[in-house]
T-cell receptor, first 114, second 113 residues
Framework: DGGITQSPKYLFRKEGQNVTLSCEQN?????MYWYRQDPGQGLRLIYY???????QKGDIAEGYSVSREKKESFPLTVTSAQKNPTAFYLC?????????????FGPGTRLTVL | GENVEQHPSTLSVQEGDSAVIKCTYS??????FPWYKQELGKGPQLIID?????GEKKDQRIAVTLNKTAKHFSLHITETQPEDSAVYFCAASWGGSARQLTFGSGTQLTVLP
């Protein structure tokens, strides 16, 4: 997990509510990523950001939003528009320079919609 | 886009035996292939990676081989131990300033004592 923290570890929400997941890194990495993991499946990219105040949609961005106001922080909001939000959410970060862009993951947040 | 297929989905081996997990990818432009180990309830941890300019890489009991012509790469774990039991994911990407990894569906490895 290194210097990537995610909070909370477990999160419960009622249908129709927005919820924000926190991701912080102290690795001085430029790029940050959000993935979703469902049982028996690989990780799927939601959003990524290469630089402060800039981010791009991944494969499954619908129903999610992000911000990147600081290099260290990349919060993910799961909105009420996300039809099936129950999942394990993983944040990752990497440097942005040739040959050293390995992605390192945080411990994850398990979101359950009640 | 890239598609990564991983086999087998589950693998059981006796302690001390070797384990092999295979992945195929579709995009010939992919040039970076990491392997991650994920323990229950935790985030994935990088265990080894390989870039397209090499065919094999070793780190103690773990090795990865890459066949660019056939577009497949494999993870080899020798002398398996119970603590090797976990889910292993392969991934592929073509690079760019922020690598967009495409993951396989994972292999649940169980090492039987």
């Amino acid at each position: 997990d290194g210097g990537i923290t995610q909070s909370p570890k477990y999160l419960f929400r009622k249908e129709g509510q927005n919820v924000t997941l926190s991701c912080e890194q102290n690795l001085n990495h430029d790029a940050m990523y959000w993935y979703r993991q469902d049982p028996g499946q690989g990780l799927r990219l939601i959003y990524y950001s290469q630089i402060v105040n800039d981010f791009q949609k991944g494969d499954i961005a619908e129903g999610y939003s992000v911000s990147r106001e600081k290099k260290e922080s990349f919060p993910l909001t799961v909105t009420s528009a996300q039809k099936n939000p129950t999942a394990f959410y993983l944040c990752a970060s990497s440097k942005v320079s040739g040959g050293t862009d390995t992605q390192y993951f945080g411990p994850g947040t398990r979101l359950t919609v009640l | 886009g890239e598609n990564v297929e991983q086999h087998p989905s589950t693998l059981s081996v006796q302690e001390g035996d070797s384990a092999v997990i295979k992945c195929t990818y579709s995009d010939s432009a992919s040039n970076y292939f990491p392997w991650y180990k994920q323990e229950l309830g935790k985030g994935p941890q990088l265990i080894i990676d390989i870039r397209s300019n090499v065919g094999e890489k070793k780190d103690q009991r773990i090795a990865v081989t890459l066949n660019k012509t056939a577009k497949h790469f494999s993870l080899h774990i020798t002398e398996t131990q119970p603590e090797d039991s976990a889910v292993y994911f392969c991934a592929a990407s073509w690079g760019g300033s922020a690598r967009q990894l495409t993951f396989g569906s994972g292999t649940q490895l169980t090492v039987l004592p």
